[in-house]
């Protein structure tokens, strides 16, 4: 089991920059994957970013070159920085983690990109 908690979320305008976190409760060391989701109203929940056990990042065509995924492991946490955003950015994000077989989920932190 790992629970998974957010934090970094917020109101910011246009143009602005964001830095999620998602803290892990135990190591993330040996986690296959951890990544960014995102769910706006109406909408299907949808992959942002993702970073393997080996490191190697994904993002997604949408946000790739605004958004950065990383993590420190000896913090046991991910982040997400986002940069230049737009209105459309807009959204519930959620830190997963890919353990084999298992999904975990974080509770989700809300974003809102607004003048």
């Known amino acids: 089991q790992v629970q998974l908690v957010e934090s970094g979320g917020g109101l910011v305008q246009p143009g602005g920059s964001l830095r999620l976190s998602c803290a892990a409760s135990?190591?993330?060391?040996?986690?296959?994957?951890m990544g960014w989701y995102r769910q706006a109203p109406g909408k299907e929940r949808e992959l942002v970013a993702i970073?393997?056990?080996?490191?190697?990042?994904t993002t997604v065509d949408s946000v790739k070159g605004r958004f950065t995924i990383s993590r420190d492991t000896a913090r046991n946490t991910v982040y997400l920085q986002m940069t230049s955003l737009k209105s459309e950015d807009t959204a519930v994000y959620y830190c997963?983690?890919?353990?084999?077989?298992?999904?975990?989920w974080g509770q989700g932190t809300q974003v809102t990109v607004s003048s």
């Open positions: 970073i393997t056990v080996g490191g190697r990042t």
């Open positions: 997963n983690a890919k353990e084999g077989i298992k999904d975990y």
């Open positions: 135990r190591s993330i060391f040996s986690i296959n994957a």
